[in-house]
């Protein structure tokens, strides 16, 4: 009869944390695609915003017309660089995750190779006793044959 493999719940307690790390990644990497989508969405407003400008001065503007599109831009600008610290720590979040979910399925990984060790220990533990029993019965089987020839 196989013995139970005595490292189970650490097993089991290292495939929830894996998963977990695995869980939580993907959360970063979706944090991070959003906040990097921020951002694209920002310089285009941007880059639309600078072109409207552009035409406007082109048809001439008023002080006042052309400071408070300056001024816009330089909010705009203000919110794009926040946004680029925003997608950097993102971008660390996501870094902290992928090593966390490797350390968490490396540890995985090990127990899990123990676990596959026991597991063919036990299988060569159960091929030698049925082994042993067929010999067992092979012997009796000739010496039972060998009595019976000598009648």
């Not at 005595?6 to 991070?32: H, W, Y």
């Not at 600078?50 to 082109?58: E, F, P, S, V």
């Not at 600008?77 to 660390?92: F, K, N, P, T, Y």
Request: aromatic fraction near 6%.
């Amino acid at each position: 009869m196989a013995s139970n493999f005595s490292l189970q719940p650490l097993l089991e307690l290292m495939q929830n944390r894996t998963d977990e790390a695995t869980r939580n990644l993907g959360k970063l990497i979706s944090a991070e695609q959003n906040a990097r989508s921020r951002l694209e969405m920002l310089e285009q407003y941007r880059a639309e915003y600078a072109d409207k400008l552009r035409d406007a001065t082109t048809q001439g503007l008023t002080r006042q017309v052309l400071a408070n599109y300056q001024d816009f831009l330089g909010r705009i600008d203000e919110a794009i660089g926040q946004q680029r610290d925003i997608v950097r720590q993102s971008e660390a979040g996501t870094r902290r995750g992928q090593e966390h979910w490797k350390q968490q399925n490396t540890r995985l990984q090990a127990i899990g190779t123990l676990a596959t060790r026991h597991e063919a220990r036990e299988k060569q533990k159960e091929n030698k006793q049925e082994q042993k029993l067929l010999d067992e019965f092979s012997a009796r089987k000739f010496v039972a044959d060998t009595k019976s020839d000598e009648k």
